[in-house]
């Protein structure tokens, strides 16, 4: 079934138009986003289960932005009816006026925005609401997996799962578009500890999807697994420090296509000349097997959307094609100063913050190497696995993650010697260089949330094949 569309949007969209219309009478170029978000989690752990009924993203509010004929502003508010009407224009108008620039800071002239006359509804796909099961039956199915995975060993000190799950409904209306999206995504994750003596170690796990609470039923055997590895991660090592012959697993190289070339080729960057990329754009910086791709229609994960917050339609942008930058990922100011098109990637992390250019769902593209040869090929590596954070430094390049266990390879077997933690370091253009085989098959992890810095958080995937490569390790 087709997710549904928000009642509150639906019922109060008259009242947008009006308010659209009243601006139109007085700007030459106004537009309207509103959203309405809801969100839901449950957590079953050995202490406690929880039933969240808000979460981070959790608001229903509306950014008006308008244009002057030389310059663009923005006002959002949370409440809206016929009586706020005249309220909510002269506040406005209030906001548009422009207050004095500071000394020495120079005043930008933009131009009127082209657009073209688009209608659009769309809805992603669902199975399983949570209405559907109940909040009794959700934490029962997270309780029996929690049991299952305590069951494995007297050693884990703890098991927990836990779902998330989102539906976004948003409009966007102007002059020539009437655009409405209802997304939903749903997450669920394992996590476990284990200890002896005074060592704990950890081990975690994470699937999503574009659909809803279906994903249950998918996780029984990762509960398995993660449990069985942090029990074997009591044995594991200290890595001695160096550059090695790696084989990453596909999260591992998804975090790496996240952090290598992810904030670094979005183009807000490039107009604050705080990214390397802007001077590489046709140049090899990669492997001439690595195709990179990012956008919101690039694959079906919890990045995707129809159009973005700027009511840009989503697209699959090719950043690299065989080991050339291409191009980098835009919102549309950054566009209008550059003199490009936007790629639809302007995001809002809430109608209260600002559109910034972000990552949407970020991969490589599949090889031809199958994993078992890509092993058998490495004399003295790694087997890099389970990424737990990683950031970088667009504007020279260098990239530091943290991968929470390795596996020695020894004259192409696994031999069962096991380090932890790993952190993985170096520059990224020798990184993505060093690339020598790529698995065919491309995996998407949608887990997580990207900041831009330390704020503006939004979701977003990432992902692809295993890869080969040496990489500086310590």
């Known amino acids: 079934m087709k997710v549904t569309a928000s009642p509150y949007l639906t019922e109060h969209k008259p009242l947008f138009r009006r308010l659209l219309q009243m601006l139109l009478e007085e700007y030459p170029y106004a537009s309207l986003l509103a959203s309405d978000i809801r969100e839901k989690s449950w957590s079953a752990s050995r202490r406690l289960t929880s039933i969240s009924g808000s979460g981070q993203f959790s608001a229903r509010g509306f ?7 030389a310059h663009w502003s923005e006002h959002s508010f949370s409440r809206i009816s016929q009586d706020l009407l005249p309220e909510l224009f002269a506040q406005i108008k209030e906001t548009a006026a422009l207050s004095p620039l500071p000394a020495g800071v120079a005043e930008n002239a933009y131009a009127a925005p082209v657009e073209e006359e ?3 509804r769309g809805s992603t796909d669902c199975e399983v609401l949570p209405e559907d099961l109940g909040d009794d039956e959700i934490i029962a199915r997270l309780t029996a997996l929690r049991d299952r995975g305590l069951a494995r060993s007297g050693q884990l000190l703890d098991c927990t799962v836990r779902a998330n799950w989102n539906r976004t409904s948003k409009l966007f209306l102007s002059p020539k578009k009437d655009l409405e999206q209802n997304i939903m995504w749903t997450v669920a994750r394992v996590s476990a500890a284990a200890g002896r003596g005074q060592e704990i170690k950890t081990s975690h796990e994470a699937i999503s999807h574009l659909g809803g609470l279906e994903l249950l039923d998918k996780l029984g055997e990762r509960v398995a697994r993660v449990a069985g590895t942090t029990v074997e991660l009591l044995d594991s090592e200290p890595l001695v420090p160096g550059e090695y012959e790696c084989i990453c697993t596909p999260d591992t190289t998804g975090m790496i296509v996240h952090e290598a070339f992810g904030h670094g ?3 807000d960057m490039f107009v604050k000349d705080r990214a390397q990329a802007r001077r590489f754009i046709g140049q090899y910086v990669a492997s001439p097997l690595v195709t990179m791709h990012d956008g919101a229609a690039a694959a079906p994960e919890t990045g995707s959307y129809f159009f973005d917050d700027e009511g840009t339609m989503a697209r699959d942008t090719v950043v690299i094609e065989k080991g050339v930058l291409k191009t980098g990922i835009s919102d549309y100011q950054s566009a209008m100063l550059l003199g490009t098109q936007p790629t639809g990637n302007g995001r809002r992390e809430s109608h209260r913050r600002k559109a910034y250019a972000r990552m949407t769902n970020t991969f490589f593209e599949g090889g031809t190497d199958r ?3 890509m092993i058998a090929s490495v004399k003295d590596g790694l087997l890099l696995a389970e990424p737990a954070s990683g950031m970088e430094d667009p504007k020279n390049w ?13 004259d192409g077997k696994l031999t069962g010697r096991i380090f932890s933690p790993i952190v993985l370091t170096g520059y990224v ?6 690339i020598t085989m790529m698995s065919p098959d491309v995996e998407m992890y949608g887990a997580g949330f990207c900041g831009k810095g330390y704020k503006e958080w939004l979701k977003v995937s990432e992902g692809g094949p295993y890869i080969k490569a040496r990489i500086r390790l310590g």
Not at 398 to 410: L, P, S, T
């Open 398 to 410: 260098g990239i530091q993650c943290m991968v929470n266990y390795a596996r020695e390879i020894k």
């Open 371 to 373: 994993v078992e040869d």
């Open 118 to 120: 688009t209608v659009f």
């Open 265 to 267: 080729v979005e183009m």
């Open 429 to 434: 253009p020798d990184l993505l260089k060093s």
């Open 63 to 69: 950014v008006v932005r308008v244009f002057d004929g």
